[in-house]
C-alpha cells in the first residue's frame, strides 16, 4: 500500500487503500472468526500501533516523517473497517491508544512501525490484561 503513497494523485491513493485494506485486512479476519467459532475458541485481532497515532515528535529528515500522511489516512480507513468487523461479533483491541505508551520514558518505535523491546513489552501487558479481563474474569 504505501507504494501508492508516493503517487501525486491523493484522491487516487485513498481509493486504493480503501479497496486494498478490506482484501487484506477485514476478509482474512472473517475467515479466521469463522474458523475460530467453528473450533469453539476465543479469537482477538488486534490492531498494530503505529507511531503517527501517539503524537511523538519527528524530525523531518526521519523515516517516520514521511510516512506520516500514510498511516493517518490508513488508521481513519482501518477504524471505520474495524467498526464493521466489531458489528459482527469480532474482538478487535487497537494499540493506537494514546494512552499506551505515555508513561515509556524513551522511544518505542524503532521505525515508522516497528516496536523497540521496551514496546513489545508494553503490548505484552497490555495484551496479557485485556484477555485476563474479557476471558478470564470470572
Not at 507504494?3 to 485494506?21: C, G, N, R
Not at 512501525?113 to 513489552?121: I, K, V
Request: aromatic letters at 12%.
Amino acid at each position: 500500500l504505501e507504494e501508492f503513497w508516493y503517487s501525486d494523485k491523493p484522491v487516487f491513493q485513498q481509493a486504493v487503500i480503501k479497496e486494498i485494506l478490506p482484501l487484506v485486512f477485514s476478509q482474512p479476519l472473517i475467515t479466521a472468526y469463522i474458523v475460530a467459532q467453528q473450533k469453539q475458541i476465543h479469537f482477538l485481532s488486534v490492531i498494530q500501533p503505529m507511531s503517527t497515532a501517539f503524537n511523538r515528535p519527528q524530525h523531518w529528515l526521519s523515516p517516520r516523517y514521511t510516512i506520516t500522511p500514510y498511516q493517518r489516512v490508513c488508521n481513519k480507513i482501518l477504524l471505520n473497517e474495524a467498526e464493521q468487523l466489531r458489528a459482527r461479533g469480532i474482538t478487535l483491541y487497537n494499540l493506537n491508544n494514546p494512552d499506551l505508551f505515555s508513561h515509556a520514558a524513551e522511544d518505542v518505535f524503532s521505525d515508522n512501525t516497528h516496536l523497540t523491546p521496551t514496546g513489545n513489552t508494553i503490548v505484552a501487558r497490555n495484551l496479557y490484561d485485556f484477555i485476563q479481563k474479557e476471558w478470564h474474569s470470572n
